[in-house]
């Protein structure tokens, strides 16, 4: 079944959307349903034609302002939000008129009442239209029994008061989770709307779905690219910070490609689309973006399931205190009157704003910080364990050196150099490792030439190297097993550089020597990760000096070389058998298995690359390493930002929650633990926004 996705404007209880996931999920005409708060995006898999009427129906019934439609737009509420400011300053108003001194006592209660009916129809409405529908546990219903509790004890000021309150603060919180959710999302604003393509001499306007492979768009300058492109013409400048988290230009040569979602820095320029938008860089990491937060973590699933268990109890807990002293004083209606100002309080404490607002939006905020630095988390669930990585095993070619080999020297054993590095050139002619290909740029480049013809029955021997037909004879070309098991000894002479070993009509002949340097960033980035006290491991098919030399050179701790593919699988199941999370950092090309088998797989350089983004569960769009240590600082102080929010807000909870037991707290005290404390969570949680390198 294809998914189907509905947006809903004016979502901003996490409460009600828990509740409306829930009900979601219970409907027979909908399956996999999975309802993104922060997006206000439900999708889910249609099995009936009702499906559409029967969520409408349940959004109806648990937020009546919610609008359901089926298409993106617009959502700032601001009418919405000036309606409530001018409501609740009227309502401070009229409450502030009772406090004349000349004014009688019965137009004084009248003010107080009409200030409360005023800030708090709409919570009364829904409280009583809740109950109706036996869904009471909800914040409408317990601050209306709190309220109205207290003006039937006398209290008509605190009432009030407590009703504006809380309106007030909800109010501010409101209006900071808009603000959170617009900077968070500010990413999937990079969607274009429009795309200005070029068809029979004319510019046209398209929308970004409609634009066809070889059609030409054309760009001004601070305009950003739609969809990826090869650049027509002369070279160009654009900003990738988008894409790369990088702010520093990057000029792209003729007929280059050019992802979508970076901005022309030159003046106009023409492009050639070579993607569809749906399989576009920036749609990609649009959907991981939108995704992200439908990946809850262990810390966010408890939360929800404290969240339905944590209300009612303290709601039962506010009718004993009331009713236990009440009986035991033998129907004493002072003991009543006293004990039942208790238990409000614990009515107005209950609601778990606090934890259901904060703990998603802290893990969201984490999400989104790292993306403005090119690093892609997929959900809140790989924070939590990349915050607990104790071990990280890397890829050696391509992720700790550059991939960018320059041949070093040639050994001609039975066969001059020229014939070694001819013969080694012939065997990686199909091939497109970057070793192939650095040896068939030296051998071009020294004036070579290569005719395929003379090339057939290529095979290509995983962890081995290439086997096949030249000149009517057996060529052989890869490490020493490869001629091992083809019957030829090498000789015995080791080098610390990468190896290609050469063999031809059953004899060795020589061997090609390449280097690889050390990426930049690469040696600060394992020397942070020991201070932190991860342990690094370098896992390389490469041969023991080799592997020997990279990880001395590096600093990492351990090492394992020769290993084929499946072999740094094995081995990276072996570390996972310890308990100890376990990441793995490759390139997302030929290190998907060990992506996809460890904690966490980290794909270093992936920049439009869909296996990486498909397989790994953290990004790094760009090639620098050196953002692993970034990743793990955002997970670690996302979790800390998370866990100080709960403690924060249960540890009020429970304080003001004894101490108003006790007879030591009031109204005011409640309403800080429910609505203050919700607001002061809501900005820590912010704080995962800023990321440090």
């Given at each position: 079944?294809e ?8 979502l ?6 828990e509740?409306?996931?829930d009900?979601i ?5 909908v ?13 889910y898999?249609?099995?009936s034609?009702?499906?559409i009427s ?9 937020e009546p302002d919610?609008?359901?439609v089926?298409a993106?737009?617009s ?12 409501r ?26 009409l ?5 708090g ?9 809740n109950?109706?529908k036996?869904?009471?546990?909800d914040e409408?219903?317990?601050m209306?029994?709190?309220?109205a509790g207290?003006f039937a004890?006398?209290?008509?000021r ?7 309150f809380?309106?007030?603060g909800e109010f ?8 959170s ?11 274009p ?5 070029k068809?029979?001499g004319?510019?046209?306007s398209l ?44 000029s ?6 050019v ?10 320029v ?7 938008f749906?399989e576009?860089?920036?749609?990609k990491i649009?959907d991981m973006?939108e ?12 939360i929800t ?8 109890v303290v709601v039962?807990?506010?009718?004993m205190l ?8 033998g ?8 004990w039942?100002?208790?238990s ?8 778990p704003?606090a934890?259901v607002v904060?703990?998603?939006?802290g893990?969201?905020a ?8 090119g ?7 790989n924070?939590?364990i990349?915050?607990?990585?104790r071990r ?20 001609g ?11 080694c050139?012939?065997?990686e002619?199909?091939?497109n ?6 040896i ?7 004036g070579g030439?290569?005719?395929?013809s003379?090339?057939s029955?290529?095979t290509?021997i ?12 057996t060529?052989?070309?890869g490490?020493r097993?490869?001629?091992?098991e ?8 080791e080098s610390?550089n990468?190896?290609?070993?050469v063999?031809?009509d059953?004899?060795f002949?020589?061997?090609v020597?390449?280097?690889d340097?050390?990426?930049?960033n690469?040696r600060?980035?394992?020397s942070?990760l020991n ?12 041969r ?5 030399s990279?990880?001395?050179r590096?600093?990492?701790?351990k090492?394992r ?15 996972l058998?310890t308990?100890e999370?376990?990441a793995?950092?490759g390139d997302g090309i ?19 690359s869909?296996?990486a ?5 953290a990004v ?10 970034t ?13 100080a ?14 101490l ?5 707290a009031?109204?005011w005290a409640?309403?800080f633990?429910?609505?203050?404390v919700a607001?002061m ?11 440090r390198?």
């Open positions: 079944m998914k189907t996705t509905l947006y809903f404007k004016g901003d209880c996490p409460n009600c959307t509740k409306i996931a009900r999920k219970k409907l027979s005409s399956k996999n349903s999975e309802l993104n708060f922060m997006t206000k995006k439900l999708t898999e249609e099995v034609k009702s499906a029967d969520i409408k129906n349940i959004v109806k019934e648990i919610v609008k359901v089926e993106a737009g959502d700032s509420g601001e009418e919405t939000t000036l309606f409530d400011f001018i609740l300053i009227a309502a401070l108003l009229i409450f502030a008129a009772s406090f004349i001194p000349k004014i009688s006592l019965s137009v004084s209660i009248i003010l107080i009442v200030a409360y009916a005023v800030s129809y709409d919570v009364v409405i829904n409280c009583i239209r109950t109706i036996l869904r009471p546990f409408c219903f317990l209306t029994v709190a309220t207290a004890l006398g209290d008509y605190e009432a009030a008061a407590v009703m504006i809380y309106q007030i501010f919180q409101s209006y900071a989770v808009k603000r959710r617009k900077s968070i999302t500010s990413l999937l604003e990079l969607r709307d429009k795309v200005s393509v068809r029979d004319e510019i046209i929308a970004p779905e409609q634009v066809k492979i070889s059609d030409v768009v054309v760009l001004k300058a601070g305009e950003r690219v739609p969809l990826d492109c090869k650049l027509l013409g002369t070279d160009a400048d654009f900003d990738m910070s988008a894409l790369t988290g990088e702010s520093v230009p990057v792209v040569g003729e007929n280059s490609e992802l979508s979602g970076s901005i022309s820095l030159s003046k106009t023409e492009l050639e689309v070579i993607r569809p749906s576009s860089a920036m749609s649009l973006v995704n992200a937060s439908a990946k809850k973590a262990k810390t966010e699933r408890f399931k404290f969240a339905k268990i944590y209300t009612p039962i807990c506010a009718l009331v009713f236990i002293p009440y009986l035991a004083s129907f004493s209606f002072d003991a009543f009157k006293n039942g100002y208790r409000l309080l614990f009515l107005v404490v209950s609601c704003c934890l904060s703990v998603p939006l893990f969201f984490g999400i989104g910080g790292a993306s403005r630095k690093i892609l988390i997929k959900g809140a669930n924070i939590e990349m915050s607990n990585v990280i095993a890397f890829d050696k070619t391509g992720t700790l050196t550059s991939g960018k080999f320059k041949v070093s020297s040639i050994a054993i039975n066969a001059d150099e020229k014939d070694v590095l001819k013969y050139a012939y065997a002619l199909n091939s490792h970057p070793i192939a290909k650095s068939v740029d030296e051998y071009i480049g020294r030439t290569l005719d395929e003379l090339v029955h290529v290509e995983s962890g081995r190297g290439v086997k096949e037909m030249f000149g009517g004879k060529l052989l070309a490490n097993r490869l001629l091992s083809n019957g030829i000894d090498t000789d015995d002479k610390a990468t190896c290609v070993y063999g031809y059953g004899k002949i020589g061997r020597a390449l280097e340097d050390i990426k930049q690469a600060s980035m394992i942070r201070d932190m006290g991860v342990e690094t491991v370098m896992l390389t098919g490469d023991e000096l080799a592997a020997s990279v990880a001395k590096l600093g990492v701790a090492y070389s020769e290993l084929l593919p499946e072999g740094k699988v094995e081995y990276i199941e072996q570390m058998k308990k999370v376990t793995f950092a030929n290190d998907a298995p060990v992506l996809a088998r460890a904690d966490i797989g980290i794909s270093m350089g992936a920049l439009g869909d296996i983004i498909e397989t790994a569960d790094i769009m760009n090639d620098d390493v050196g953002k692993i240590t990743l793990i600082n955002v997970c670690k102080k996302t979790m800390r930002i998370v866990k929010n709960i403690v924060f807000a249960i540890f009020i909870k429970i304080l003001v929650l004894i108003g037991a006790l007879g030591y009031n109204m409640a309403v633990a429910d609505v203050g607001l969570c809501v900005l820590n949680s912010l704080r995962a926004l800023s990321i390198e």
